[in-house]
């Protein structure tokens, strides 16, 4: 793995949310701001409609702009110290992609009729990813995201980058899995990571159902993962409900950016969710319109009602960033009850409290220090008020 992806911490913004990727330029203050030094980027190549139905990998959509504009977000990254993490969606295309027949497999992805699944037995499709990421990462991109990885077998992503790796050595390679044996994909696949499905669902399900026991046993699993790849964690992402239409108590949303901020992994904070957008997946034809929103000209639009949530974050992201253990840290829970848990991930503890009333940590001393909090801290580091958080070192 590259020795950057341990300091990463993504900003995921949808490209067409945006409209001109030197308007995305614009807002690279404002994610360095909040503490982010990646920019992951959703689909960016000519494409049918959404982007996930590209009819031309080499080109850039003509509605965000042309390569001189790509070479200028680029650059503009680089200035600020900004890596930039590119979709790949290579396991389907739109119907309007010019390949031969024998590139398909005759099917469609997932009974949508407007994406063709491709084959990836065929030794030129094989070809044809191995150029596409060879060429826009020798144009400046860092890594990429490959949407969809869970389709296609491990062995097409090991023969793949098997090849792409020895070219650009400093790359980081994401799958998107959702499900099934992480470790495994990991190991058959060559990928570096994989996208936690797994522990964002136990976040907003344990807070949900105030039922800290699943969220410990996903954290369980999580650092027995650590070892095969330092995957990506979220809270939302272009595919799923925001986190906060997600939570059932608003109330709860700081104790999210906690958990995503004190535990293992590289971080990816899907733009809005910053400023606590709001948005609710539908399962229909346009179902995924009000998770990918127009972002307004800059951030003096947004509304006033988002950036206490922003600043929530830029002090979490800071938090992580004076602990740098976190990234790599097996997190235990020291104290657990349905309601009630300590979450300890290297130097930091992070106490969660969804109870109707104050609870008191046992094992907290009271020379603990308080580095976060959601409420002005009080005299006691060990009890944190109802519907309360904190995060607390020795």
């Known amino acids: 793995m590259s020795s950057w992806v341990g300091h990463a911490v993504w900003w995921h913004v949808y490209p067409l949310g945006f409209g001109r990727l030197d308007k995305i330029a614009g807002w690279l203050d404002y994610e360095v701001e909040l503490g982010a030094n990646g920019l992951q980027l959703g689909p960016l190549f000519a494409s049918e409609t959404h982007g996930y139905d590209t009819i031309d990998h080499f080109r850039v959509d003509p509605r965000l702009g042309d390569d001189a504009d790509f070479d200028a977000l680029i650059a503009a990254a680089r200035q600020r110290g900004v890596r930039v993490l590119l979709d790949g969606v290579f396991n389907h295309v739109g119907r309007g992609f010019q390949a031969p027949a024998h590139w398909f497999t005759g099917g469609s992805f997932e009974g949508h009729d407007s994406l063709r699944e491709l084959d990836h037995t065929q030794p030129e499709v094989l070809d044809h990813v191995v150029r596409v990421m060879d060429h826009w990462l020798s144009r400046g991109a860092d890594g990429w995201r490959l949407d969809a990885a869970y389709a296609v077998d491990p062995k097409f992503w090991k023969a793949a980058l098997d090849r792409v790796r020895p070219l650009h050595p400093d790359a980081w390679f994401v799958g998107e899995v959702i499900h099934g044996d ?185 020379e603990a220090q308080v580095l976060e909090s959601s409420s002005p801290v009080s005299g006691d580091p060990a009890v944190v008020p109802a519907h309360g958080w904190s995060v607390v070192t020795r």
């Open 182 to 366: 992480y470790a495994a994909v990991l190991r058959d696949s060559g990928l570096d990571a994989i996208t936690q499905y797994e522990l964002w669902k136990a976040i907003w399900s344990s807070l949900n159902d105030g039922n800290f026991y699943e969220l410990a046993h996903a954290l369980q699993r999580h650092g027995e993962l650590l070892p095969a790849g330092l995957p990506m964690t979220f809270l939302g992402n272009h595919d799923v409900t925001r986190i906060a239409s997600k939570l059932d108590d608003p109330r709860h949303l700081g104790h999210a950016v906690a958990i995503l901020c004190t535990v293992a992994g590289v971080p990816s904070i899907y733009y809005g969710d910053e400023q606590a957008f709001r948005g609710v997946k539908e399962e229909r034809e346009g179902g995924d319109d009000e998770i990918r929103p127009a972002f307004p000209g800059s951030p003096s639009e947004l509304s006033p009602l988002g950036w206490p949530t922003y600043r929530l974050h830029e002090r979490l992201i800071g938090l992580r960033r004076r602990h740098p253990e976190i990234t790599y840290a097996v997190t235990t829970a020291t104290h657990l009850t349905n309601t009630a848990a300590a979450f300890t991930s290297g130097p930091v503890t992070l106490l969660l409290n969804v109870a109707d009333s104050d609870y008191r940590f046992p094992d907290v001393p009271p």
